[in-house]
């Protein structure tokens, strides 16, 4: 690797990658890329692109070197996605074609999603049959399916069906908790960012909102919060993990952050990324260790490891006085029939969750692996998603992506120069890596590295 690190000495080596990927691999096509980036951009300083022409030879005969240890086909497997499609383009002689070229039949209009933090795989082939089945009865209402669905819920969780209330997205229980517990002359506290709908829904009915920033680390800052409440606070929100960040609160601060609240103030718990959190003692869902407090609504989603965001179905699990309450103010009829033929069955695909949770594993390992080639650091990842500092302004990195037809996440307010990315299926991620290796704003860095030679 001499000769690579000799010019491009400030690319950190990816941390090892799960499936065995070749790390060297991984190193050596990342250079060679943007080796062959500099040379066609004519960005080097005149004289210096021949002898960086050798050093590129040099690159190509340790690939060489590498490609003998492997087949060809295990070769280009082992590859990073991004840097081997780079290095694939080279060989086309179409470096314009590097970010544009993909399969983007998923999306007819185009984008490719990475904006929502969605399932890029789902729903699983079990739950899709389902759904297919469930066509044929869309011309009736399914009255007679909620009874069913409840059931199935509690079933699921192991609570009583008085316990469960279902709603048109977790967003909807967002809006009924904030009618039932918020109003003129009470409060929500919540982090800064966080998942916002609950501002919006506390803001309608007349209640003051109090933002907090999230502590070092991006958890929730609990000692801030608790110095905040007082008899007004009506509401305390925590997502955990939290969306943007993709970081836990700490299970064990959580739990004496609720005991020492005010008695009338309820607290939402949104695990709408539990899924994908790695259980520990750092994490637990407070579903599955409950703290036999009335006060906790814990809310889930269908949207994001189920593969179900387009059929809107959340839910949430509290004490039966508090769900009496919050079932006052939720929209009537709002379950749809195709989401009552697919709820019950999407619970019972244990096979499919797993799947999806170890897909979801390996592609987030491999984003570190490329991120860390570029010297990047994403924030560690609990989610889906990703939330990385690209030391860029975010709103000029947004629209360099979607000049490419790749749609990444919003910008959270204060993280003025992080990124958002949810996890898409390898080709798409790919696409990602190899439309990042093409920013605008890259070049003065480039052209500064070949001077300092």
């Known amino acids: ?19 065995g990927r070749s790390n060297s691999a991984v190193v050596t096509a990342h250079y060679l890329s943007n080796f062959l980036f500099l040379l066609q951009s004519s960005i080097l300083p005149k004289g210096t692109q021949q002898r960086n022409k050798s050093q590129v030879e040099g690159c190509l005969e340790q690939l060489k070197e590498i490609s003998m240890i492997k087949s060809r086909r295990n070769f280009l497997s082992s590859l990073s996605m991004g840097a081997a499609a780079g290095a694939a383009v080279y060989w086309s002689g179409s470096i314009q074609a590097h970010a544009v070229e993909t399969d ?19 729903p699983s082939p079990k739950v899709a ?21 409840t059931q199935g819920i509690a079933s699921f969780h192991r609570v009583k069906p008085e316990q469960v209330l279902f709603a048109c997205g ?13 109003g003129k002359s009470r409060q929500l506290i919540k982090a800064n960012p966080t998942f916002d709908a609950i501002e ?45 960040t993709a970081s836990i609160t700490d299970r064990r601060d959580l739990e004496s952050f609720i005991g020492q609240l ?6 939402v718990i949104d695990e709408a990324y539990h899924d994908y959190a790695i259980k520990s003692a750092r994490y637990a869902s407070f579903i599955d260790r ?42 009537q009829d709002s379950l749809n029939a195709t989401a009552a033929e697919v709820a019950v069955a999407a619970l019972d695909d244990t096979n499919g969750v797993e799947e999806f949770v ?10 570190f692996n490329q991120a860390t080639a570029r010297t990047l650091k994403p924030i560690d990842s609990q989610t889906n998603f990703v939330l990385m500092n690209v030391h860029h302004r975010t709103e000029e990195v947004i629209e360099h992506f979607r000049r490419h037809n790749i749609l990444i996440g919003p910008h959270f307010p204060p993280l003025d120069t992080y990124i958002r990315v949810s996890l898409g299926t390898p080709e798409e991620m790919r696409a990602f890596w190899q439309t990042w290796d093409l920013r605008p704003w890259s070049k003065e860095f480039y052209g500064n590295l070949g001077r300092r030679r």
């Open 1 to 19: 690797m001499g000769q690579m690190e000799e010019f491009w000495p400030h690319v950190a080596r990816p941390r090892a990658v799960s499936g």
């Open 104 to 122: 983007r039949t998923r999306q007819p209009d185009g984008f490719i999603r990475l904006n929502s933090n969605e399932n890029a795989y789902g």
């Open 129 to 149: 049959s389902v759904i297919r089945s469930a066509t044929g009865r869309m011309n009736r209402y399914p009255f007679m399916k909620c009874d069913e669905l």
């Open 170 to 182: 977790s967003t909807e229980i967002l809006r009924v908790a904030a009618c039932a517990f918020l």
């Open 200 to 244: 919006g829904y506390a803001k309608s009915v007349g209640s003051e909102v109090l933002s907090l920033p999230l502590d070092p680390i991006f958890a929730h800052d609990l000692d801030s919060m608790l110095a905040h409440t007082g008899a007004s606070t009506g509401l305390v929100y925590i997502c955990n993990p939290n969306n943007p």
């Open 262 to 267: 005010p008695a009338a103030t309820k607290v």
């Open 290 to 331: 409950p703290l036999n407090d009335e006060r906790v609504i814990v809310v889930r989603t269908f949207s994001t490891v189920y593969g179900l965001a387009g059929l809107r179905l959340g839910y949430a699990v509290a004490s039966p006085k508090v769900i009496e309450k919050m079932r006052r103010f939720i929209t």
């Open 358 to 367: 170890r897909r979801n594993c390996d592609d987030r390992t491999e984003f």
